[in-house]
């Protein structure tokens, strides 16, 4: 029963961003635990003692599953069955996550009518896997003379995928370029 109080100084799992350390065994030092049994029912609140004692009848662990509670709550559970539950747990939970990623377009003042129907069908691809779009026209040397007319190619840019796509941020001018990001349309 305490070999895992041996392997595992303690359990640490991170939920919603925040570690929970799980102390088994002898490691719980609080002198009165709520105790929860192993088939899930109160058990009321006992000293450490009578709770250690009550897993140690049961074959069992016991583990501190709330220790901000007042008092503490304790399971006597199986902590290696507990373990990978909450390892099965978290893994699920990475795997139904959807990570967006942001792919870039880059575009010049200049760019021919051709290239900027290239630069959409590729923009199109991105938005239709999900991902966000970041659309940046650059300028060099005396382009920036010109920022106002080429404010034009990115509406344009705009008006081509506005049946798949939102302006996310609209454009910004910042050092040498101009910025902005567009999302795919929610299909609800």
Not at 11 to 23: H, N, R, T, W
Not at 39 to 65: C, F, H, N
Not at 154 to 169: M, P, R, Y
């Amino acid at each position: 029963m305490d070999t895992y109080a041996y392997k595992y100084p303690f359990f640490c799992v991170f939920m919603e961003g925040k570690a929970i350390d799980y102390l088994i065994n002898e490691q719980i030092k609080d002198s009165e635990v709520r105790v929860i049994g192993p088939e899930g029912g109160q058990l009321g609140v006992m000293s450490i003692a009578e709770a250690r004692e009550k897993a140690e009848e049961a074959g069992l662990d016991l583990v501190r599953v709330s220790p901000n509670a007042k008092p503490p709550v304790c399971k006597i559970i199986d902590f290696g069955k507990f373990r990978y539950e909450m390892a099965r747990k978290e893994k699920d939970a990475k795997k139904k996550q959807k990570v967006v990623e942001i792919k870039e377009v880059r575009l010049s003042p200049n760019i021919e009518e051709n290239d900027l129907n290239t630069k959409i069908t590729q923009a199109r691809k991105f938005l239709m896997k999900g991902n966000r779009v970041k659309v940046t026209l650059r300028f060099r040397g005396r382009e920036l003379a010109y920022v106002n007319q080429s404010k034009g190619i990115l509406d344009n840019f705009v008006e081509q995928l506005a049946d798949i796509s939102t302006v996310d941020k609209q454009a910004k001018f910042e050092g040498r370029s101009m910025f902005m990001f567009l999302a795919a349309k929610s299909s609800k």
